[in-house]
């Protein structure tokens, strides 16, 4: 009976050899004995040969070879996996070339199923070598050993048993690709993961479970509540390695929280601890805009703090604190009992004065600001035609005749949007109120209510093609400030007109113009604010102009009274402060072009003005990042206060080594990103003040990288277009993209990981192999007689010098180590920098194809040729320039 099946064994394989080979049936039968016999250690020396003289193609066709001729390809896979280590790191490797062609083998030779009782055995294997193998070989080993056909029981055993192991991320990453979660406790699962920041993880391990995903936010949520002690979750794991207790706070556990709603469409209310503590930062800030900055009206206000409060107990009593503090116990008192808040809950002068209160129809306002309406309305911008051509349009046959109006050959329309502050909210902002500004009239369409009167009449693209018609039409011109935002907003309004930013013609975006009139040919600013708005700046009377405010003032000679700017633009009816805002928004863009276009060569600008700006904008505009109004990037506004006074937004591309930035705190990912890129950072710890990028910024120049709610702070405290707010729902690597287009830096193949990853360093010394072994060996000999008892480790902590000083700004390639003496502990870079040559890994120095390290001067950590450098070129593929620097990226020690 064996012989039978051993025959049919070599019958098939011979038909198998013959149809890839060729060659006689004759041949390959006298062979037959040799082929059952065949080693695949054998097989994988040969393959190891190949893969050390990058012979790919040679090495797959004896791969597929190999197989051919191995009695039992799958437990020849394993043989060859467990007696192997490279397999083991991360990137392509041989384990992963000979896996990925076995999978392919066996697609195109189907074979019959492999026995029970054989099978299992492989699996049993295969589980052992899963906790050890990078995330990039579970899927073709899965696949290929068909564990999915394992039993549930067996599968979710294993895994409990690389839990308990501490192996937190191999037992998750092994639930998702067998499609475990459902059976497993998700807070257990995710604790540890978030404890060794890996929030990326746990997305994905929650990603494709809606269940989960509820009840991971409401773990979270739980997390964050006010009187939770958050250690209790950290004790059990204090001895987890890698664990980042840093990036375990509430703080960040917030920004999480917010990130999976947003990705998940998960209901906000899910999370009341978080939301709260939202609204509350919400509360604060428009305290700021009202009683600091005092650049909001009263009705303005009181709209924001009623939506923000509504009718939670908890935040009407946080209003009462914030309203004792700024306005005294009458003003707490009226909003009290506007709230109808119970007397017993109130601080004692609050709970007095409210008794002596009457009730009011509405609440009168809470205290008189001091000097908040000192400058009368003929200090800003006028609109020059009458209130009644400012029409408010909520009908479609109120549409239809503006549209005939608007869609004219000839015409020229100002363009401007409104929306309601989202206050770091959850969801992309929703379009309010177009404004549509013609020379004789203003039109302001209230799009919620066109919308869905064009819904219910099954004529949903009825206003998409009026707004697409209006964009491409190059016999019209169309005027705005910040396009790219605007159109953005529009988009997550009305997913039909996703495309219009592609089709737009004969459009002219003022922000472009209002670089060149803020930056000389020189980069230097010109024509500062009037000498009468300083004085009132000085005196705290008024806040600097900034955006189209200052454009209107450059240009018109008074600024934009932006009191309604943060309003809520979704109550109806809108307040006639709100219609002639909305109006003077989008009619001054026609007064600015008409001015310009008259006279371009008093402004500093070009006498081609029109034709080059309306040329230019026809083109495809480069995307940018969806902005709210009050994150407009502007290049307006005052100068940096710092020791390097530079353009905000530089007319042409800068590269990486003229681009600084100080990362906020939460944004230490997109930090790492930028600096791999060769982009000098400065990162803030999560536990420091956000003021303090500020400060850092004024001091060095930077530009201040921030996102969500800090932004409104910030932006404040340094010149108009050196703070930018990145997209917080977004991940690290989507962040730098959006920062190097925002800001036009070309980052060439010499600029990645031109700066050291840890320090931001850039100067390195460039040591040779030979070299760095005997600096090595020195230091764990010297770890060795200490070990031994060797009294006093300090005294026998001599240094070992490697060479003369890197030259500044030098890429991983420096000056060359010169001789030093081998003896020490330690090697010793100039200035007393101790290199850590205890951190490089055994075996590297093996590596035949490894001629040199790297060493940063500052910090001492080493550096050498890698496979990190593909992946961060296929990453960053589309903000390269061609370079002719072709040189390696360096793994970190």
Request: aromatic content about 6%; some cysteine; proline content about 5%.
């Amino acid at each position: 009976m064996s012989s039978k099946v051993g025959f049919s064994k070599a019958a098939a394989e011979i038909w198998m050899k013959k149809k890839l080979f060729g060659g006689s049936d004759n041949a390959e039968c006298a062979r037959a004995g040799l082929v059952e016999g065949q080693d695949p250690l054998l097989l994988l020396k040969t393959l190891q040969l190949l893969w050390t003289k990058h012979e790919l193609g040679k090495l797959k066709e004896e791969i597929r070879r190999g197989f051919a001729r191995l009695e039992d390809p799958l437990a020849g896979l394993l043989a060859m996996l467990e007696s192997s280590t490279d397999w083991k790191g991360k990137g392509h490797s041989l384990g992963y070339c000979i896996t990925t062609e076995l999978q392919l083998w066996i697609k195109a030779h189907p074979a019959g199923p492999q026995s029970g009782t054989k099978l299992k055995k492989l699996q049993s294997r295969v589980l052992g070598l899963l906790s050890q193998c990078p995330a990039n070989l579970l899927d073709p080993l899965i696949s290929i050993y068909q564990l999915h056909t394992l039993d549930r029981n067996c599968l979710l055993e294993h895994v409990s048993h690389l839990y308990l192991q501490g192996n937190y991320k191999e037992a998750a990453l092994l639930s998702i690709k067998l499609k475990l979660q459902p059976d497993q406790d998700v807070e257990k699962m995710c604790t540890p993961l978030l404890l060794q920041d890996k929030a990326n993880l746990v997305e994905d391990y929650v990603a494709e479970h809606p269940e989960l995903q509820r009840k991971l936010l409401q773990t979270l949520d739980t997390w964050c509540e006010p009187s939770f002690n958050i250690r209790d979750i950290t004790r059990p794991y204090q001895g987890l390695s890698r664990y980042k207790p840093e990036k375990f706070n509430r703080r960040v556990l917030s920004k999480l929280v917010f990130r999976l709603l947003q990705r998940f469409n998960v209901d906000p209310a899910l999370c009341p601890n978080v939301i709260n503590q939202q609204h509350l930062r919400t509360l604060k800030y428009l305290f700021y805009k009202r009683f600091v900055e005092k650049t909001m009206t009263e009705e303005n206000w009181a709209d924001h703090i009623q939506s923000t409060v509504g009718d939670s107990r908890w935040l009407q009593a946080q209003l009462v604190q914030l309203l004792l503090r700024h306005c005294g116990a009458r003003g707490a008192a009226r909003w009290a009992l506007h709230c109808h808040l119970p007397p017993e809950t109130l601080p004692r002068a609050v709970a007095e004065e409210l008794h002596n209160l009457h009730t009011q129809d509405r609440v009168e306002e809470v205290t008189k600001a001091d000097n908040y309406e000192s400058s009368k309305k003929k200090d800003y911008y006028q609109l020059p035609i009458p209130r009644e051509n400012i029409h408010f349009l909520q009908t479609w046959e109120e549409a239809l005749q503006c549209w005939e109006k608007v869609l004219q050959p000839g015409q020229v329309v100002g363009v401007d949007m409104e929306w309601k502050p989202s206050f770091g909210m959850v969801g992309k902002p929703r379009v309010a109120l177009l404004q549509l500004a013609l020379r004789e009239e203003v039109f302001l369409l209230d799009l919620p209510r066109l919308l869905e009167q064009a819904d219910s009449q099954g004529e949903k693209e009825k206003l998409p093609h009026f707004i697409q018609m209006l964009y491409s039409d190059p016999a019209i011109t169309k005027l705005g400030y910040g396009m790219s935002g605007d159109l953005s907003s529009l988009v997550a309004t009305c997913s039909a007109l996703k495309d219009t930013e592609k089709q737009m013609q004969s459009v002219v975006d003022l922000l472009a113009v209002d670089k060149q009139l803020q930056w000389g040919k020189e980069g230097r600013k010109v024509d500062g604010p009037s000498p009468e708005h300083s004085q009132e700046q000085e005196k705290g009377l008024r806040q600097p102009e900034k955006g189209l405010s200052l454009l209107v003032q450059h240009v018109l000679g008074k600024p934009l009274d932006k009191r309604e700017q943060l309003s809520n633009w979704e109550k109806r009816p809108l307040r006639e402060e709100q219609i002639l805002y909305a109006a003077s928004d989008a009619y001054c863009l026609l007064e600015i072009y008409e001015r310009l276009c008259k006279d371009p060569e008093s402004f500093g600008l070009s006498s081609d003005l029109t034709e080059s700006l309306v040329g230019k904008q026809s083109k495809k505009p480069k995307a940018k990042k969806q902005l709210s109004k009050q994150e407009a990037p502007s290049p307006s506004g005052q100068e940096c206060q710092g020791g390097r006074a530079e353009p905000s937004c530089p007319p042409g591309p800068i590269s990486p080594q003229e681009f600084s930035v100080v990362c906020d705190t939460m944004l230490q990912g997109l930090g790492r990103y930028l600096r791999c890129l060769g982009v000098d950072v400065r990162l803030l710890d999560n536990e420091d003040d956000h003021r303090r990028a500020a400060e850092i910024a004024r001091q060095e120049g930077r530009v201040i990288l921030t996102s969500g709610f800090p932004y409104q702070t910030l932006r404040s405290q340094v010149g108009e277009g050196r703070c930018f707010s990145v997209n917080c729902s977004e991940k690290a690597k989507e962040q730098a993209l959006q920062v190097l287009k925002h800001f036009n830096v070309q980052v060439s193949l010499g600029d990645i990981f031109s700066r050291c990853q840890v320090c931001n360093c850039n100067k390195y010394l460039k040591v040779s192999r030979e070299r760095m072994r005997q600096l090595v060996e020195s230091s764990r000999q010297v770890s060795r007689e200490q070990s031994a008892g060797c009294p006093g480790s300090q005294n026998c902590h001599v240094t070992v010098p490697v060479g003369d000083t890197a030259q500044a700004g030098c890429r991983p390639h420096g000056e060359q180590a010169e001789g030093s003496e081998q003896s020490g502990a330690a090697a010793v870079a100039p200035g007393d920098t101790v290199l850590q040559v205890a951190a490089i890994p055994p075996g590297v120095l093996d590596r035949d194809n490894l001629t040199e390290f790297y060493c940063c001067t500052r910090c001492g950590k080493v550096f050498w040729e890698g496979s990190h450098f593909g992946r961060v070129v296929s990453q960053f593929q589309d903000v390269l320039v061609a370079s002719g620097d072709t040189q390696s990226i360096y793994e970190l020690s």
